[in-house]
């Protein structure tokens, strides 16, 4: 059984950063693509960013690109560096990781991602 778990959100003010971490226990065999999502209340959950099994592909929304950093841990965890928070960034993050070691640049689809994190919550001030 997979596990996902998120850690790192908060509540900072404008312009701080935040650091957040995912690991996925229950795979010991072959890194996976990963990737963040978020959801802010009354909207769809969205694409934030992803990282290829090997780390040497990511990809990110553009409302975050030049922000927001990710980064591969050890086998299948990954942390997401976030500078220069936007009120606008205020929503619950979601830990999403793949079900095969798929190889090229990650997807930025919800539906490839097989396993899911319950969230971390990050707000905003302004």
């Known amino acids: 059984q997979v596990q996902v778990v998120e850690s790192g959100g908060g509540l900072v003010q404008t312009g701080d950063s935040l650091r957040l971490s995912c690991a996925a226990s229950?795979?010991?065999?072959?890194?996976?693509?990963m990737g963040w999502f978020r959801q802010a209340p009354g909207k769809e959950r969205e694409f934030v960013a992803a990282?290829?099994?090997?780390?040497?592909?990511s990809a990110y929304a553009d409302s975050v690109k030049g922000r927001f950093t990710i980064s591969r841990g050890t086998l299948n965890s990954m942390h997401l560096q976030m500078n220069t928070l936007k009120p606008e960034d205020t929503a619950v993050y979601y830990c999403?990781?793949?079900?095969?070691?798929?190889?090229?640049?990650?997807?930025?689809?919800?539906?490839?991602?097989?396993?899911w994190g319950r969230g971390t919550q990050v707000t905003v001030s302004s």
């Open positions: 229950g795979r010991s065999y072959n890194a996976a693509p």
């Open positions: 990282i290829s099994r090997d780390g040497y592909i």
């Open positions: 999403a990781l793949r079900a095969y070691a798929t190889m090229g640049p990650p997807s930025r689809l919800r539906s490839d991602y097989e396993y």
